[in-house]
C-alpha cells in the first residue's frame, strides 16, 4: 500500500495531530465557515486526547466563527450518516435493476 501524498496547501497554523489521516476534512471544515478560500482570521488546533480515541478542537478567532464551526463539526456526523443511507439506497435500487434486466 503506498503512502499517503503529503499535502502542500494546508496552512502551516493548522495543527494537525499524527493520528488525523486526512487534514484536508479540516481544511474544508474552515473554508465552509469561512465561506471564503482565505482563512486567515481562524486558527484551528486539534489535540488527541490521551485517554481516548476522541479529539479535542480548538477555535480561536472571532466568536461568530467559533460558534459556525461548533454547529459544523456537530452536524458532521448525521451528515455523514445520511450520505451513507443515501448511497445504500441507490446500491439497492442499482442491484435492483441489474436483477430485472436479467
Known sequence: MEPLPT???VPPW???P???KDPE???NVLKSVTWSE???QDLLELKPLEASDL???MVYGNCLYKLRTRRMLQSMPERIRQ?????MIKLEEAMQSL????
Request: aromatic share 4%; proline share 0%.
Open 18 to 20: 499524527e493520528d488525523l
Open 83 to 87: 450520505r451513507l443511507a443515501q448511497g
Open 14 to 16: 493548522v495543527i494537525v
Open 38 to 40: 482565505a482563512s486567515e
Open 25 to 27: 476534512v479540516f481544511l
Open 55 to 57: 479529539t479535542e478542537v
Open 7 to 9: 499535502r502542500t496547501d
Open 99 to 102: 436483477e430485472l434486466g436479467q
